[in-house]
């Protein structure tokens, strides 16, 4: 018995991160329908480990439950301006710790990713490198709370990201990132934090920039 409950949370674990991921690269864009049936055909599963998917992604407020299912959720300019309320303090604090507590190896990652991206001329791949810089600065902060936190607040911002191809912004991101680098590499964590709040406090006013555009186009 207790094998079979292993086994059953490991097969709803894999369906449950399988979706999730679906759900984050953009599969289900947000407004989109989430049937246990459809989603049971689409996985090859049956409809429990799709129904315990849906619940789990609902308690991660991905997705939430309306008359026709489960349905991916449209968030509001309000939600977005919450939710970096919480990421921009986090985040800054998770730089200026990565400062203090850096080393050689974490320097050589960031480096690294930033060169990576400073180097990529597909714009499809430019959100990943950012996301994986973000990443490696928070291992760098040695923070196992502050970098799962960011996680979760991660998750809930994936879908909705900046629209940059109608607005003609210009990407500010390489040299924002470079900054927040130097910083890192010189030891001095407040302005490494400095410069990493005013980075995603132009990612949030692009977000929530694009959402409004789009709510009202």
């Given at each position: 018995m207790g094998a079979d409950s292993v086994s059953s949370g490991s097969s709803a674990d894999v369906h449950y991160l399988r979706v999730k991921s679906d759900l984050l690269s953009g599969r289900f864009p947000p407004g989109t329908v989430l049937l246990e049936t459809a989603l049971g055909k689409m996985y090859g599963v049956s409809r429990t480990p799709m129904r315990e998917a849906l619940a789990r992604l609902a308690q991660d407020r991905l997705i939430e439950r309306s008359s026709r299912?489960?349905?991916v959720r449209e968030r509001s300019a309000e939600e977005i301006l919450a939710i970096y309320e919480a990421r921009i303090p986090l985040e800054t604090t998770a730089a200026a710790l990565a400062a203090e507590r850096r080393g050689s190896v974490d320097l050589e990652r960031l480096e690294h990713l930033l060169a990576a991206r400073r180097d990529a001329t597909d714009p499809a791949t430019h959100a990943g490198l950012n996301e994986q810089f973000h990443r490696a600065l928070r291992a760098a902060a040695r923070s196992d709370v502050?970098?799962?936190?960011?996680?979760?607040?991660?998750a809930l911002l994936t879908v909705y990201r900046p629209d940059r191809s109608v607005a003609k912004v210009v990407?500010?991101?390489?040299?924002?990132h470079e900054a927040v680098l130097d910083a890192v590499r010189d030891g001095a964590g407040e302005r490494a934090g400095a410069a990493?709040?005013?980075?995603?406090t132009r990612m949030?006013?692009?977000r929530v920039a694009t959402l409004v555009r789009l709510s009202t186009g």
């Amino acid at each position: 018995m207790g094998a079979d409950s292993v086994s059953s949370g490991s097969s709803a674990d894999v369906h449950y991160l399988r979706v999730k991921s679906d759900l984050l690269s953009g599969r289900f864009p947000p407004g989109t329908v989430l049937l246990e049936t459809a989603l049971g055909k689409m996985y090859g599963v049956s409809r429990t480990p799709m129904r315990e998917a849906l619940a789990r992604l609902a308690q991660d407020r991905l997705i939430e439950r309306s008359s026709r299912g489960f349905v991916v959720r449209e968030r509001s300019a309000e939600e977005i301006l919450a939710i970096y309320e919480a990421r921009i303090p986090l985040e800054t604090t998770a730089a200026a710790l990565a400062a203090e507590r850096r080393g050689s190896v974490d320097l050589e990652r960031l480096e690294h990713l930033l060169a990576a991206r400073r180097d990529a001329t597909d714009p499809a791949t430019h959100a990943g490198l950012n996301e994986q810089f973000h990443r490696a600065l928070r291992a760098a902060a040695r923070s196992d709370v502050i970098a799962s936190t960011l996680e979760q607040l991660d998750a809930l911002l994936t879908v909705y990201r900046p629209d940059r191809s109608v607005a003609k912004v210009v990407d500010r991101t390489v040299e924002e990132h470079e900054a927040v680098l130097d910083a890192v590499r010189d030891g001095a964590g407040e302005r490494a934090g400095a410069a990493m709040s005013a980075h995603l406090t132009r990612m949030r006013d692009l977000r929530v920039a694009t959402l409004v555009r789009l709510s009202t186009g």
